[in-house]
């Protein structure tokens, strides 16, 4: 039924924008309001200008790598190419860990969000239903992935365009409660609890990065990746920043009882009743587009680690004839988020915050290594955009990753253990490891 093929080339800019804002859904500022809030010390505006000059350094890194390398696998990719094949495939390690628990996430929000509101529907169907769903999309090609997405992705620009337009009312009905600075004084706020909010509001611009496993399904990838990469990251910064800065300026003193639900404590509060069955509505296609988008990602990226032969070339590494896309990987990735039926939201994020993390961390790394010492570009702007921009994001994640708890470092680190015993298998099996560094030289 399959063989080996090449993956269709049919995705335009807008197409892949609108993945990666699926990937990274605008719409977990309001699901994660109520921890963000907290842990900014209620400066939210903030916490979310510092995340985003610190994550455009990432983003600068990912776009110059994208430009290096046109092909689909990522952080893998990258710095299996440009510092080492053995580190390469530590990193993509990694970055799996974070893209087969975005889909694990996605299926739990999705189970939690509609049991909520259908509670007679126990949440196991909700999560099956979801990943069957998914699964159908993607297997039928990225494009109808793509399109769905973009429907799903203007639907919460609209929600969040609405909700400011509200606030906005508001103001010119009764007036700025908190006047019109937007950073106000907040007594008892510290630098560090202003840090420390940066960190943890960074999360809400991860997904960029996923678009770079699309790259041979996307036209002109040296140009439309690395442009897409920043338009992602700078329409995510315009609807948190008019977002958090008109929540701020009219209610400064928001208080929530249940910090999990506080998104939709303030939908409440804002417009009542009907506001918030809108937000609910809204949050389930989020979800849904977020599913979609994360299945997407983690297929192609096991498709290239199959096609390097460092996972089995012949199931991996092969695309459907008819379909043009990944089956097999989609498949073994759809039974593998089931596994959200057992597994808790608390750890599933543990796992996506460290394998993010330590493939932003190298990614940055990675730009230096290419251009800087191997390629020995070391002009004046080279310097600039090649070295001291990545020095700076690796800097900023390299604090993230210390801020990560002890729990997520060892859940992070089993998952590293394992992959290091998986590859060692691999190396003295049957196999020749040299094949598959040979493989990963020509994927280019």
């Known amino acids: 039924m399959q063989q080996p093929a090449e993956l269709k080339r049919n995705l335009s800019l807008s197409h892949v924008v609108t993945m990666g804002l699926a990937w990274m859904s605008p719409m977990i500022f309001f699901t994660s309001f109520g921890v ?14 510092l995340a ?8 600068a890194s990912y776009g110059q790598m994208a430009k290096a390398f046109p092909v689909s696998g990522s952080a893998y990719t990258y710095v299996a190419k440009s510092m080492n094949p053995f580190l390469g495939f530590v990193v993509g390690w990694a970055i799996l860990l974070d893209y087969l628990f975005s889909c694990i996430i996605a299926a739990l ?3 939690i969000n509609l049991n909520a509101q259908f509670p007679s529907v126990p949440t196991f169907v909700w999560i099956i239903l979801l990943t069957f769903v998914v699964m159908i999309i993607n297997i039928i090609g990225i494009k109808t992935s793509a399109n769905v997405n973009k429907v799903f992705v203007v639907l919460q620009a609209i929600f969040i365009a609405g909700f400011c337009a509200l606030l906005v009312y508001q103001a010119m009905k009764n007036g700025i409660t908190a006047g019109f600075n937007p950073l106000p004084a907040n007594d008892g706020v ?61 209610y400064p003193r928001f208080s929530f009882s249940n910090v999990d639900a506080a998104g939709f404590e303030l939908m409440q509060t804002i417009g009542g009743a009907a506001l918030a069955a809108v937000f609910t509505f809204v949050i389930i296609f989020s979800v849904l587009s977020q599913g979609m988008s994360s299945m997407t990602t983690v297929s192609r990226l096991l ?41 808790s939201l608390e750890i599933a994020i543990k796992f996506v915050s460290f394998g993010a993390l330590t493939a932003f961390l190298f990614v940055n790394l990675s730009v230096i290594f290419h251009y800087i010492v191997r390629g020995k570009q070391r002009g004046p702007r080279d310097l600039i955009l090649r070295l001291l921009f990545p020095l700076i994001g690796a800097a900023f994640v390299f604090y993230l990753i210390a801020l990560l708890d002890s729990a997520s470092l060892l859940l992070g680190s089993g998952w ?19 094949t598959a560094i040979a493989d990963l030289e020509n994927v280019v």
Do not use: W
């Open 416 to 434: 590293l253990a394992l992959g290091l015993l998986y590859y060692a298998v691999r190396r003295f099996a049957k196999t020749d490891q040299n």
């Open 36 to 49: 963000l809030h907290e842990g900014s010390g209620g400066m939210l505006l903030g916490a979310y200008v």
């Open 303 to 343: 498709f290239v680690m199959g096609r390097t032969s460092l996972l089995p070339k012949s199931s991996f590494g092969s695309v459907h004839p008819k379909y043009r896309t990944p089956v097999f990987n989609i498949v073994l990735v759809s039974i593998i988020t089931l596994g959200s039926l057992f597994i």
């Open 109 to 111: 929000m999705f189970g």
């Open 52 to 59: 985003f000059i610190a994550i455009m350094f990432t983003a």
């Open 190 to 250: 510290s630098l560090s609890t202003l840090l420390a909010g940066a960190s943890l509001v960074c999360f809400s611009f991860l997904g960029f990065d996923s678009i770079t496993t699309m790259a041979e399904e996307t036209k002109d990838p040296k140009k439309t990746i690395p442009r897409a990469i920043m338009i992602i990251v700078l329409l995510a910064g315009i609807m948190y920043f008019a977002t958090a800065y008109l929540i701020q300026q009219m």
